[in-house]
């Protein structure tokens, strides 16, 4: 099992709808999550990062982790166009002693008019 | 917003040439890395930095090497530049010392094109 795994996609949704990015982890990493944008050509920017199981929010955007399932979600509500990008999975924790992320290879969304 | 430079933007250079990709934040994060990424394919680290004088081969094997003299800069170089190495190259930078929120924050990138 990969540390940190993502479905490919592409998610295509609707504009206004709930777009779910989902991302399950191994036992290897287990302390700090992490989800990043990534628009084409561009470097991935951080947008939110969880560490308690539960959700967390953050404008249209909603972290959730659990831990006992070892899956982290990102679900973006009202989705934009401008949402269009590929959203990467980190985690961090025992990997390299805790000093190094494990990103998962990222989930591209396709927001349609 | 993260502070942390790349430079050069982007980079077209013929084959066997030096190149040094700058990096630098002014975070004072101890922990700084190194990603390669060729488009629309996964993110791979190819150097990271406990702190200076501390360097680390990443999970990705790279012909590049990388040095640590100043918290803040963080240069990786290429003795040799082949059309291989053409790729995007991402510096990133980390606190994990006096926070639990260890976020880790990407600069612009370097686009290197090597003919």
């Known amino acids: 099992q990969k540390e940190v795994e993502q479905n490919s996609g592409p998610l295509s949704v609707p504009e206004g709808a709930i777009a779910s990015l989902n991302c399950t982890y191994s036992?290897?990493?287990?302390?700090?999550f992490f989800w990043y944008r990534q628009y084409s050509g561009k470097s991935p920017e951080l947008i939110m990062s969880?560490?308690?199981?539960g959700d967390k929010e953050d404008g249209r955007f909603t972290a959730q982790l659990n831990k006992a399932s070892q899956y982290v979600s990102l679900l973006i509500r009202d989705s934009q166009p401008s949402d269009s990008a590929t959203y990467l999975c980190?985690?961090?924790?025992?990997?390299?002693?805790?000093?190094?992320?494990?990103f998962g290879t990222g989930t591209q969304l396709k927001v349609e008019l | 917003e993260a502070d942390i430079y790349q430079t050069p933007r982007y980079l077209v250079i013929g084959t066997g040439k030096k190149i040094t990709l700058e990096c630098s934040q002014t975070?004072?994060?101890?922990?700084m890395y190194w990603y390669q990424q060729d488009p629309g394919m996964e993110l791979h680290l190819i150097h990271y930095?406990?702190?200076?004088?501390?360097?680390e081969k990443g999970d990705l094997s790279s012909e590049s090497t990388v040095s640590r003299i100043r918290t803040e800069h963080f240069p990786l170089t290429l003795e040799s530049a082949r059309p291989s190495h053409t790729s995007q190259y991402l510096c990133?930078?980390?606190?994990?010392?006096?926070?639990?929120?260890?976020?880790?924050?990407f600069g612009p990138g370097t686009r290197l094109t090597v003919l």
């Open positions: 930095s406990y702190g200076v004088n501390s360097t």
């Open positions: 969880i560490y308690s199981n």
């Open positions: 990133a930078s980390r606190r994990t010392s006096g926070s639990s929120y260890n976020e880790q924050f």
């Open positions: 036992d290897r990493v287990s302390q700090s």
């Open positions: 980190a985690g961090g924790g025992i990997t390299g002693g805790g000093n190094k992320l494990t």
């Open positions: 975070m004072g994060h101890d922990k």
